[in-house]
């Protein structure tokens, strides 16, 4: 089989978690990477991985230029936040000076910062024709893959439909300064975090075979709150980090957020009956690794997931003292005590079965589920999350205050 040759743009943090992944995935390589300063970090990375093509990776200008190559047949964006509706216009102009089709876009989450932005995403996408992927690695976890089917087989099967999801992702903050710019990241750990959590409990609760319509959100009731980085010394050691322009305390999104979501099943013979989604997301956790849950919960059974138990553990005395790193798991807060390792992160965290279903689809001439378009249902949830949170009341995800909704 022919190898699809993907083409990144930005070349960060996830960018380089999805090259780790990469290699796990057959007939894929990495032809290209448009980030600004070049790459070189990531192309280096590709080459020592294996992943690169034959060529090497090649560094584009912008992504006008990757979209428009030969050499590139699928594209996942890997940018900043901010860079969505623009990077999307540079891949509508590029597509048209090609010769062969795109064979698909995939986009990290968020979709985009607002329900405008999303919607031009995916007008864009539209408009470009090739078939789309919105990376929610979590669907893709396999303990989450395994922990659903088991529950709806047995659990569900005998006992009855699930009725409760709740789903958590809390680190100590994010490793890049944009984060921490309301502006650029459209919030803060709602927008970051929230949106893994809102999807995955989305999908626990959705019976497997069935469309995502089957489930429609009827009503959000959140909270935001800034816990701990608006407060010394905290709000300090960002400007200490990120320089004399960061002023969290005097510019803050939020660094905690919860959620409940209530659903009203559409179809099927519970079609009526109301399920609940209960989510948080915080940059305020100080744990050994991250705080990252899941529960599905039904009449009769429950399903328990904490991804940071690996089942692998070391313990360093106060003897130990070496340099701070995530060489251990990813966010974490201490090399000494007993620490958590991961043992295969680009798989324990779903970005090989994610990256494996993407190019299998885009193979297939098909979008992936989820899609652009259910991106887009994600930041729906998120802006109601944060309407509810502003004015202190439960919102209706459809009402037209959602779609206006600019939370930064
Ligand atoms: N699935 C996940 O769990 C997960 C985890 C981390 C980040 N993300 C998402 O991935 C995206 C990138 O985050 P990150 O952690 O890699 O950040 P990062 O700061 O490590 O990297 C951002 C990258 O974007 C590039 N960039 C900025 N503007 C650009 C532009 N106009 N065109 C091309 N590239 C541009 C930068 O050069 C950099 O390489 C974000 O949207 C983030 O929300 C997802």
Known sequence: MKAIRVGFVGGGFIARFHLRSLVAVRDVCVAGVASPGGGAEFIELAAELGVAADGGVVAFGDAEELAASDAIDAIWICARNDTRVIVMKAIERGVQRRSNPLRGIAVEKPLARTM???EEVVRLAT????????????LFAPSLARGKEVAWRRGA???????????????????SKWFWQPELAGGGALIDMMCHSLEAARWLLTEPGAARSSLLPIAVSATT???KWVHEPYASQLTERFGADLDWAAHPSEDFARATVTWRVAEGPDAGREVISETSSSWCYVGAGLRHEFQLLGPE????IDMARTGVEVFMSRNVVGEAGEDLVEKQNAEQGLMPISPNETAHYGY???NRAALASFRAGRALKPDFAAGLEVTRLLMASYLSAREGRTVDP?????SDLQPF
């Not at 408009?127 to 979590?138: F, H, K």
């Not at 099967?157 to 490793?175: D, F, M, N, Q």
């Open 116 to 118: 405008a932005e999303a």
């Open 301 to 304: 059974y429950a399903l328990d």
């Open 225 to 227: 709150a800034n816990l």
């Open 127 to 138: 408009s470009i024709g090739a078939p789309t992927a919105y990376l929610e690695d979590m």
């Open 352 to 354: 090989e079965a994610e």
């Open 157 to 175: 099967g005998v006992a009855g439909r699930p009725y409760l999801a709740r789903a958590s992702e809390e680190h100590s903050g994010p490793h």
């Open 398 to 402: 459809f009402e037209a205050a959602v």
